[in-house]
């Protein structure tokens, strides 16, 4: 069974000397980097949503994310939530 951290284009050699770098840091710097890298994953998804379909508002956009990550049902809730606020 692979580890859980295998990464695909890097040597074994290198791929052991990021692990034991990522296990030197403090589990606080640690989640703030996954946050960091979990934000810019969502942020680049949206841009892709943008560049689809440039019509979408920034509201649309936020919801076409939410209904590709989440779910349908999820999206139409908040879009519900939305719409009962205007």
């Keep these: 069974m692979a580890e859980p951290y295998t990464i695909l284009d890097t040597t074994p050699e290198a791929e ?3 692990i034991e770098l990522l296990r030197a840091k403090p589990p606080a ?8 890298a979990s934000n810019r994953v969502a942020e680049q998804c949206k841009e892709a949503i ?28 908040v879009r519900s939530y939305l719409a009962g606020k205007r």
């Design 16 to 18: 052991a000397v990021l």
């Design 29 to 36: 710097r640690r989640l703030e980097e996954a946050v960091l």
């Design 50 to 77: 943008r560049r689809a379909d440039p019509e979408l508002s920034e509201v649309e956009v936020r919801l076409r994310f939410i209904e590709l990550n989440y779910g349908q049902e999820l999206a139409e809730n």
